[in-house]
């Protein structure tokens, strides 16, 4: 027989934690759900837009009648769970409904907070948590003209915007002297007073309320320096408690809310207990997106998988009042020990505000042009040092300028829906709407998982986050304090670079073992990358794992659209002879490759090579001399150079001497990412040395060295290094900074955010002023060459890795 | 015993491909045909299996990407496959044809006739 699982509140996380368990155990349980209200399970967050008439109930159902009948789970509707009897594991009800369990999860939500004033008990007295709430407040909005809503916090906002809407006049009584005054700072809150006293709400700020005054329903509230205000409506909005009550009088361990250890456990580990009801480490959750992660982790252990750990979220807010744009997050008044850069611009209703603990974002508030709230958010979780665009933050990722964005939502807002919104994988407005729709999604995350926008470069991500706004309602980003490199551990890449040396692992599955990794050999995600750490930390020793690299570094070559290949050999420092230009002509002739390019890499490139045809190829290259171009790998690209003093009427320095020396020495390196040289003979700077990983900038007196360039999706000049006298020390300085850059940044992180992550001073500190530390640096730069430069194509056009390029069988 | 039970398999329409060794671990050859190629898998622990060599999302040679647990990953864009099923790991949609195989003291038997149900042929 099955196991009995009783859910006590129909509501968002416990209906979640049931979505979730169903997708990893189907058939574990009889589920049986008690929901006090009389309604299916629905999306508490859209009461507003239904309040303000923008949605209808039925819009708002998440998961509907056939639901809970399609996996076989009792409902109980409109029924409260009053007794919880842990002795003989039964709930019951004021009816005498009784459910048995054998595991408990508890989901109750939270009660708003009446404050205990004289006339609270009136008709018309009302607060906004659920849809009895919104009906009541529509029915006196028909009825009545004077609304006054006591709190100016989030919900309090939301509900005078919906009253206004439906023709009430409308009061706002806040306490606080700043409206919204757990998530904007007195700036951003006057703004936002003034936009919404525009659309004819009035506020009393510092404003006490002493009474509620009348006879059968409410008509005024007087506050506590007697002013009165007319009210035919009051809505309550200040502040909410968890639920306790049932958790408490059963004998369960509760604090302010009932009190969960990482597993969603409470103290009587058969019952466990999810969303606003929750106390974890001491932190209650107001926002669905850290709920939505613990229902993820108990469905987990509910599911006997027994892995997941909850450990906290960090949230950010955003107000879902139409046409005002507001974000906040993390801590925004800062104190002695931090900065704060601001930008105001009172005239377009702009204002951003950014508070800094020494380099490193501590939290945020925007009014007005809210786009890169998510940017933000991203770099204070991944604690990035901003030094390097400090002065630039405020204007935003696109580096656009203030006044770039406009209205984003009402932009996305107007778009059609055939759009594109992600312009890396081909999404469009249209198709993400209707997974938003259909799946049920919340979450950025969510959408990257199902529609791809925004999983690869990122920079549609305020347009993803608008459209999750506009459709689903409100704000969900959040995120797990501790990144993980994948789904398959819990370990993030510091922690797992630390543990391969510390713990002397050497080897993929050694790794897996050690660290227990969830899954039986990794994923494409992790395995290149161990494969990448172990044979950084341990060079001559470490067997490189074939199988755990991406196709295009296992063939040595780049698989294209059609399954075919490419195939760029080194040029050294772009210079090349008639002979080489003889060979390369008569070898793509002999094997009539289709296409012949020149790259941007000052190579040449022969494209749409068979596999099986790749190690001839490759024999008649390495005999008229040529080496893998590594094109291909995550690996020392070019080193683009241009004439210099040899030629050049302006050039300082031998130029292409010192990029073929460059290249001499550090091809067939393994990186993080793909890493580009260039090296150009005076500050006009025809090779482009400035958008490189490292780039060298000749001058009369020496070499100026530059790193943390790109020239790719997101273009970023280089950091200015330091200035050295001879080419010698040019190359130390490279090998060093190499060096320093493989054994510490992240697998597919390129030079350029890995600097942005751990600062410019660092870098410095290690390669430049460091004397010794940067000999040392170079030395195990040059020690793992050793076993790096033997060409890959050489070995393999005899005989090595045959199986590789040739069909197992061919039929008929 | 053993010449009666190929003589059995290859009635059945199966060809021989291949040995277990001839596949590395946590990867994939090809068996080139005139319908076009098949992609034959062995996992880590030693099961084989075979698909179109075609992913589901735009055509790209699954024989050539990273075999995970009982999954690929296609080179061309990272969608994921399961190689029992055929089927696009959720939340993508589609699905590779699969061809029966079947071990038989370490030669690898192929049938060339894909099982019903995936129009991915
Ligand atoms: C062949 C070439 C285009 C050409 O015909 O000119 C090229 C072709 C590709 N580039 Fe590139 N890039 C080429 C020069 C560049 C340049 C220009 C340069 O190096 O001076 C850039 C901008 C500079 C830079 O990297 O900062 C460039 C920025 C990219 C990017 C974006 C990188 C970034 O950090 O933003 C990618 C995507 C990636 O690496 O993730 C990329 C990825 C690719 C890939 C590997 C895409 C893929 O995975 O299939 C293409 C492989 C084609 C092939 O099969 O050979 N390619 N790519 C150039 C080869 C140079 C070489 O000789 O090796
Ligand atoms: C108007 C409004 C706007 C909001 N906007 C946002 C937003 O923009 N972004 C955001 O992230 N969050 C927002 N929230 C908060 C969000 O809705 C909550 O955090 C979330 O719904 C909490 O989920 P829960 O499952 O813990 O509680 P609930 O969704 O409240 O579910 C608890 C359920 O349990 C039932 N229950 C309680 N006790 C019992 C019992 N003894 N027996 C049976 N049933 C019981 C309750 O009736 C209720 O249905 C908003 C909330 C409101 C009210
Ligand atoms: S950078 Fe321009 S000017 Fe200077 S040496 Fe090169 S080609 Fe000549
Ligand atoms: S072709 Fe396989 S993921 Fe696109």
């Given amino acids: 027989m099955k196991e009995q699982l009783v859910v006590v509140g129909n509501g968002m996380a416990g209906m979640r934690a049931v979505e979730e368990l169903l997708k990893l155990a189907p058939d574990k349980y009889a589920i049986t759900v008690f929901g006090a209200e009389p309604h299916v399970n629905y999306n508490r967050i859209l009461l507003s837009p239904v309040l303000a008439g923008e949605k209808q109930p039925d819009d708002i159902v998440l998961n509907g009648a056939a639901w809970y009948a399609e996996h076989g789970i009792t409902l109980h509707k409109g029924k409260k769970v009053e007794r919880l009897d842990r002795r003989t594991r039964t709930v019951n009800t004021a009816d005498g409904t009784q459910a048995h369990y054998d595991r408990l999860l508890l989901a109750t939500g939270s009660d708003p907070f009446i404050l205990p004033v004289p006339g609270k008990n009136l008709a018309g007295v009302v607060t906004f948590r659920d849809l009895a709430d919104v009906d009541a407040m529509l029915a006196s909005a028909k009825q009545f003209r004077h609304a006054v809503v006591i709190g100016g916090g989030l919900l309090g906002l939301e509900a005078a915007n919906g009253l206004l809407k439906q023709g009430m006049k409308v009061t706002v009584i806040h306490l606080g002297a700043v409206l919204m005054d757990r998530q904007l700072d007195r700036s951003a809150g006057r703004m936002l007073k003034k936009a919404l006293e525009a659309r004819g709400i009035r506020f009393l700020l510092e404003a006490k309320t002493a009474e509620l005054i009348g006879k059968q329903r409410v008509q005024s509230v007087r506050l506590a320096d007697g002013t009165e205000v007319t009210a035919d409506l009051v809505v309550m909005a200040v502040g909410i408690r968890p639920n306790v009550a049932l958790a408490q009088s059963a004998g369960i361990h509760c604090d302010k809310g009932i009190v969960v250890s990482d597993t969603m456990q409470t103290y009587d580990p058969r019952v466990y207990a999810v969303g606003e009801c929750v106390q974890h480490r001491g932190q209650t959750y107001g926002l669905v997106a850290p709920l939505f992660e613990q229902a993820k982790v108990c469905a987990n252990h509910l599911a006997e998988l027994g892995y997941a750990r909850y450990e906290g979220s960090v949230t950010s807010t955003k107000l879902k009042v139409t046409g005002i744009d507001l974000f906040s997050a993390g801590d925004f008044t800062g104190d002695d020990s931090t900065d704060e850069i601001v930008l105001q611009d009172a005239a377009r209703g702009v204002y951003k505000k950014v508070v800094l603990d020494g380099n490193r974002i501590r939290g945020a508030v925007m009014y007005g042009d809210t786009l890169d709230g998510a940017w933000y958010f991203q770099l204070m979780r991944d604690a990035t040092d901003v030094a390097g665009f400090r002065e630039r933050l405020l204007f935003g990722q696109a580096h656009l300028g203030d006044a770039g964005h406009g209205d984003i939502k009402t932009r996305v807002a107007s778009m059609p829906d055939d759009a594109e919104i992600c312009g890396c994988n081909g999404v469009c407005k249209g198709a993400i709407v209707k997974a938003i729709g259909e799946k049920k999604l919340f979450t950025l995350d969510e959408v990257r998982a199902h529609t791809k926008a925004s999983s690869s470069c990122g920079s549609c991500t305020g347009l993803v986050e608008a459209l999750l706004a506009t459709t689903a309602g409100g704000d969900y980003s959040t995120a797990t304090k501790k990144k993980p490199i994948c789904p398959c551990t819990d370990h993030s890449h510091d922690e797992l670079r630390t543990a391969i040396r510390a713990q002397s692992l050497k080897s993929i599955p050694a790794v897996m073992q050690q660290l227990q990794w969830k899954t039986p050999n990794g994923c494409a995600k992790c395995r290149p990358a161990l494969n990448f750490y172990l044979l950084t930390a341990w060079p001559g020793e470490y067997v490189d794992d074939n199988q755990s690299r991406f196709i295009n570094e296992r063939a040595h070559a780049n698989i294209q659209k059609d399954g075919t290949y490419s195939v760029v050999p080194r040029i050294w420092g772009g210079e090349t002879t008639p002979q080489e230009l003889r060979a390369l002509a008569e070898i793509a002739e002999k094997y009539a490759v289709p296409t012949v390019h020149i790259t941007g890499g000052q190579r040449i490139d022969f494209l749409g090579v068979k596999k099986e045809t790749l190690p001839r190829i490759w024999g008649d290259l390495s005999q008229a001399g040529f080496v893998s171009g590594h094109a291909y790998g995550k690996a020392i690209r070019t080193v683009k150079t241009c004439v210099g003093s040899q030629w050049c009427r302006f050039g300082t320095q031998d130029s292409t001497a010192l990029g073929i020396q460059l290249e001499k020495m550090a091809w067939g390196s393994w990186t993080p990412h793909k890493f580009k040289l260039g090296v150009s003979g005076c500050p006009r700077n025809c090779a482009e040395a400035t958008i490189k990983d490292f780039g060298v900038v000749c001058v009369d007196s020496g070499y100026e060295l530059h790193v943390g360039g790109n020239g790719g999706v997101k273009v970023r000049v280089t950091d200015f290094l330091c200035r050295v006298k001879t080419p010698e020390e040019a190359l130390e300085y490279c090998a060093a900074f190499l060096q320093l850059y493989r054994e510490e940044a992240h697998y597919l992180e390129r030079t350029a955010p890995w600097i942005e992550r751990v600062g410019l001073a660092y870098v410095k500190q290690r390669v430049v002023e460091d004397g010794a530390g940067r000999k040392e640096l170079a030395e195990r730069f040059h020690y793992s060459q050793k076993f790096a430069q033997d060409d890959p194509w050489a070995a393999r056009a005899q005989g090595a890795e045959r199986h590789e390029f040739t069909p197992l069988k061919r039929v008929g | ?121």
Avoid at chain 2, 15 to 29: N, Q, S
Avoid at chain 2, 43 to 70: E, N, Y
């Fill in chain 2, 1 to 121: 015993m053993q010449v009666a039970g190929k003589a059995k398999t290859l009635a059945a329409g199966w060809i021989e491909v291949g040995t277990l060794e001839d596949i590395p671990r946590l990867g994939a050859r090809v068996v080139q045909t005139p319908d076009g190629d098949i992609a034959v898998f062995r996992t880590a622990d030693d099961q084989v299996f075979a698909l179109r060599d075609r992913c589901p999302h735009k055509g790209g040679p699954l024989s050539q990407g990273i075999v995970h647990g009982t999954r690929v990953a296609c080179p061309l864009h990272d969608w994921k496959v399961h190689l029992d099923s055929g089927l696009a790991v959720e939340p993508d949609e589609g699905c590779a044809a699969r061809f029966p195989v079947r071990i038989e003291g370490g030669t690898i038997y192929l049938s060339l006739a894909p099982e019903e149900g995936c129009p991915n042929k």
